[in-house]
């Protein structure tokens, strides 16, 4: 009989599992896996909705934005009488008397500039009336015996025709004209009534002598 002297490995006696103890080691494990599935579903999750009270961006109004309305920062003015191209036109806020006449070709030939103050600023809706000399050494004209004399157009006449109505000085004439600039053309002859220095006796005797 032979004898096998090599030695046999020692066997660990297996440990005895507690139930509970398997079941608390398994809640754990769950709930590690419950924690990590929520902090991966966390990364990619949607952003927070805004505030009720957050400001919103502000829409344009039609036009785009800073769209003004036709006319904002122009004055349109009628240029009428002595210049090449007589009409209405829209100028800048801030323009003068002299750059409507400009726009409007420039003064004729025969315009009269001295009566219209070329540097007044213009008002919207306001007319520009630039009168014409008479030639120079032209004398009025012949009238027949017992022809009433030729009426003067308040709205055309220089401070030299106007000095020779009855009643009417260089005082009175400068009042008409300045009238006349500040809130343009005559409508009718009764609105001379309404330069200061004329009253109604001194309209009655001028309303055969002039007219718009």
């Known amino acids: 009989m032979v004898t096998c002297n090599a030695a046999l490995p020692s ?17 754990v494990a769950l ?23 957050a400001a919103l961006p502000v829409q344009p ?48 030939e025969r315009a009269d500039l001295s009566a219209v103050n070329l540097a007044a600023p213009l008002e919207d809706g306001r007319q520009i009336l630039v ?24 709205n055309t006449a220089t401070a030299e025709q106007l000095d020779t109505l009855a009643g009417v000085g260089p005082a009175t004439a400068a009042k008409i004209l300045a009238h006349r600039e500040q809130h343009g053309a005559f409508g009718s002859v009764e609105e001379l009534g309404d330069v200061p220095g004329i009253g109604e006796r001194r309209l009655e005797a001028l309303r055969e002598l002039v007219t718009v």
Do not use: C, M, W
Request: hydrophobic share 45%; no cysteine.
């Open 31 to 53: 709930a590690v896996v419950v924690f990590g599935a929520r902090q991966l579903a966390g990364g990619s999750a949607q952003p927070a909705p805004p505030a009720k009270n």
């Open 61 to 108: 109004a039609a036009g785009g934005a800073g769209a003004i309305s036709s006319g904002d920062g122009e004055v349109t003015v009628h240029v009428a009488g002595a210049v090449r191209h007589p009409g209405v036109y829209q100028l800048r806020q801030g323009s003068r008397v002299d750059d409507a006449v400009r726009r409007a070709g420039g003064a004729r």
């Open 131 to 154: 009168p014409a000399r008479a030639p120079a050494g032209a004398a009025p004209a012949a009238s027949a015996p017992g022809a009433a004399p030729a009426k003067i157009n308040l």
């Open 11 to 27: 066997l660990r006696p297996v440990p005895d599992f507690d139930p509970r103890r398997v079941a608390l080691l398994a809640l």
